[in-house]
């Protein structure tokens, strides 16, 4: 699926410089398209590649879950109209006891592969908003095996960074003060 999965620890809430990236009062991560300046540090960041860029103005989309809908509680277009009722929408902890118990029916039936998909709250990403029932690997249905938070090693980057640039300024200053004397 090419649509946002919402995750818990969403990097592309954590680079977007202006804020047009937030999460919604329903745990959804919506792009504000006014706010967008086209950066593109989202798109990036983004471990499932579902964040796209307009061609005329190249401002960040994706996928809101419908949240002008949920504002007024309806339900997310792409549920309401699912007519196999395999897109669900609802409170994550009965979604995922439902999909649970289905993924149980069909080991149950012989298909062992059977597996959720985003479910996991201590997968690299923390869980997603949305998550699957897969019948295969992950790569089949183009998603990466073990997502994970782009962002995560920001602070230790940062961290080496500004040690590495203190040494460099000590190492400067250590040149220059040995010159004059």
């Not at 109209?81 to 994550?92: D, H, V």
């Not at 996991?120 to 295969?136: Q, T």
């Given at each position: 699926?090419?649509?946002?999965?919402?995750?818990?620890?969403?990097?592309?809430?954590?680079?977007?410089?202006?804020?047009?990236?937030?999460?919604?009062?329903f745990g959804t991560v919506v792009v504000q398209e006014d706010?967008?300046n086209g950066c593109g540090y989202c798109i990036s960041a983004?471990?499932?590649?579902?964040?796209?860029?307009?061609?005329?103005?190249?401002?960040?989309?994706?996928?809101?879950?419908?949240?002008?809908?949920?504002?007024?509680?309806?339900?997310?277009?792409?549920?309401?109209?699912?007519?196999?009722?395999?897109?669900?929408?609802?409170?994550?902890?009965?979604?995922?006891?439902?999909?649970?118990?289905?993924?149980?029916?069909?080991?149950?039936?012989?298909?062992?592969?059977?597996?959720?998909?985003?479910?996991?709250?201590?997968?690299?990403?923390?869980?997603?908003?949305?998550?699957?029932?897969?019948?295969?690997?992950?790569?089949?249905?183009?998603?990466?095996?073990?997502?994970?938070?782009?962002?995560?090693?920001?602070?230790?980057?940062?961290?080496?960074?500004?040690?590495?640039?203190?040494?460099?300024?000590?190492?400067?200053?250590?040149?220059?003060?040995?010159?004059?004397?």
């Amino acid at each position: 699926s090419d649509v946002c999965k919402h995750c818990t620890h969403a990097a592309c809430l954590d680079v977007c410089p202006t804020g047009s990236l937030f999460r919604t009062e329903f745990g959804t991560v919506v792009v504000q398209e006014d706010i967008c300046n086209g950066c593109g540090y989202c798109i990036s960041a983004c471990p499932y590649g579902v964040i796209d860029q307009r061609k005329d103005d190249g401002r960040a989309w994706k996928c809101t879950l419908c949240y002008d809908r949920l504002g007024v509680g309806m339900t997310p277009a792409c549920a309401q109209a699912c007519p196999t009722e395999s897109i669900q929408y609802g409170a994550l902890d009965e979604l995922r006891e439902r999909a649970a118990a289905r993924v149980t029916k069909l080991h149950e039936r012989g298909v062992p592969e059977a597996r959720l998909y985003g479910h996991d709250p201590n997968d690299g990403v923390g869980g997603d908003g949305a998550f699957f029932l897969l019948l295969d690997e992950p790569e089949v249905y183009g998603l990466p095996p073990d997502p994970i938070v782009t962002t995560r090693d920001l602070p230790a980057m940062w961290k080496r960074a500004g040690l590495a640039a203190m040494t460099m300024a000590v190492a400067t200053a250590a040149a220059f003060l040995g010159r004059r004397q």
